[in-house]
């Protein structure tokens, strides 16, 4: 088990995950999830704090207290996304980020797609200092990596959970996914409408998924990659059809596949890159010998 929960992991793994995951903080703030800009003058009687916030007694945000919490979110995101400061910074964003949602969700609405997010901004600054380049391999890392990984497998494991607590074995049966295109479906979605035994497959290919998808935590090589693409696959169909992003849990579906082979690429690129304008500059200087 300690191998398992420590394994060795490059840290440019780390590094590269990141800038990934901070760069989707900052969009989050400024587009996915921006609505507490808005909560700062809605009436006090719609707020309804989250235990977490009534733990850390915070307050009800106020227009200023929400204007100045996105600069600091991003100010701190942008600091760790470079690499500087990974420590300082990443704690700042993950505070900034658990104060930015609680509030969020703090108005009857609870979304659990942020859920992988949040493990991830908490675990990352342990790590410390990782370059892109940096092929050591480390435990902390293997260990921040895996947490991020249960994180992921628990949001579409207990998902599962939830349905059956809510609508029992049935669930998978039952017409929620046509009630769900019916009411918010886009045109893409207006002949599977038509097609109401496609829609119990779909279902039941979820429900097992769901189920089964803490066996990515032991899975490796392509049996795991094709497991991952299977969730982006599903990702970007629930988008398509009910314009449902779960673009913070994506990010964090990252975390098992080998970043760090992006370095390698990058390298590859560039002297691909640097042999093709060698070429032009030789058949430029053939050309001018011709004249």
Known sequence: MTGWFFPQVPLGRVAWLRRFVYAVVLLDVLVLTA??????????????????????????????????????????????????????????????MLDWLSNAYSYSKINHDHFALVVALCVLPLVGRALASDRRTSDSAGWTLRIIQVAVVATYFLAAIAKVLDAGWGWASSAVLVWALT?????????????????????????????????????????????????????VSTYLLLSIHFIPTVVCLLAFLPLERLTGLRSRIRTARRHLSLDENRLSGSAWSAD
């Open 35 to 96: 609505f507490p800009i808005g909560h700062g003058d809605v009436p006090a009687e719609l707020y309804k704090p989250l235990p977490f916030r009534e733990l850390l007694h915070l307050p009800q945000p106020s227009p200023a207290y929400v204007q100045v919490l996105r600069v600091v979110v991003i100010a701190s995101a942008l600091v760790a996304m470079s690499g500087r400061l990974p420590r300082l910074a990443g704690w700042v964003c993950a505070a900034g």
């Open 183 to 235: 009411r918010r479906g886009s045109f893409l979605s207006d002949w599977l409408v038509d097609l109401p035994w496609l829609t119990y497959v779909f279902q039941w290919i979820v429900f097992v998924a769901e189920l089964l998808s803490p066996v990515m935590l032991w899975l490796r090589g392509r049996a795991l990659y094709a497991v991952v693409v299977f969730w982006l696959g599903f990702h």
